[in-house]
């Protein structure tokens, strides 16, 4: 299996290389020639996925649609230092969703966190209206198949969040947010629940919470790792 990257008119293209297991091709050596990621819209209304570096090449999809989606910028690189006094550098791919107006949902989203799609796994996160009242929660679903990285973005209901937060104290509110991201708050009355996810998936996943009283008193900040 190798990877290409090349250029057409300007344009750059990521493409896999694969050859079929030869164990189903006894006689014919079959080579397949995919585009290194794809991107799959399982949300209910349209989307656009681009780079950060690059929001300007951007990949629109609508509902239960796919697209190959090329990463137009180099990737950043990360080196690694063990105990063996060895480097190593990997590449790290980011991208970014932002929601598209509908006739069914009129209002402006704000582009997502960076989310990074280097490796197979979820990514919970979340979309807000430009006057932040209103939030969608998303997982973005990142597998492998015949060397092929797919990129699924599903829509979540928000009691199927995989972070539920109730607030069980008496008579205290609870105010929660993520670390270093402080404009955006969720304030739990108490006895209720409410989902969460991440505003930024990329920086500390850490949950900031505080109390607050009948006389608006605020504690000092717990963090929930």
Request: glycine share 4%; hydrophobic share 35%; with cysteine.
């Amino acid at each position: 299996m190798s990877f290409l990257v090349f250029k057409s008119g300007g344009e750059k293209y990521s493409l896999t290389f694969f050859i079929l297991d030869k164990q189903n091709n006894i006689f014919t050596k079959i080579v397949l020639v995919t585009p290194r990621y794809v991107v799959c819209n399982k949300a209910s209304q349209i989307i656009s996925i681009y780079q950060p570096e690059a929001p300007e090449v951007d990949t629109i999809l609508r509902p239960d649609d796919r697209s190959a989606f090329h990463f137009t910028r180099h990737a950043k690189e990360y080196f690694l230092f063990y105990f063996l006094k060895i480097n190593f550098t990997i590449n790290r791919r980011f991208v970014k969703v932002k929601l598209h107006a509908s006739a069914q949902d009129p209002q402006n989203w704000k582009e997502s966190g960076v989310l990074d799609v280097s490796a197979p796994g979820n990514i919970e996160f979340i979309c807000q209206n430009s006057s932040q009242t209103q939030t969608k929660y998303f997982n973005l679903l990142i597998t492998i198949q015949d060397a092929c990285l797919f990129i699924t973005l599903q829509e979540q209901d928000p009691s199927d969040t995989s972070i539920q937060i109730k607030n069980n104290l008496g008579t205290y509110e609870l105010i929660v947010s993520q670390q270093g991201v402080g404009d955006s708050t969720d304030v739990i009355p108490p006895g209720e629940k409410a989902p969460f996810a991440w505003v930024q998936p990329c920086l500390n996943n850490v949950i900031i919470a505080k109390l607050k009283n009948s006389k608006k008193e605020i504690s000092t900040e717990i963090k929930c790792k």
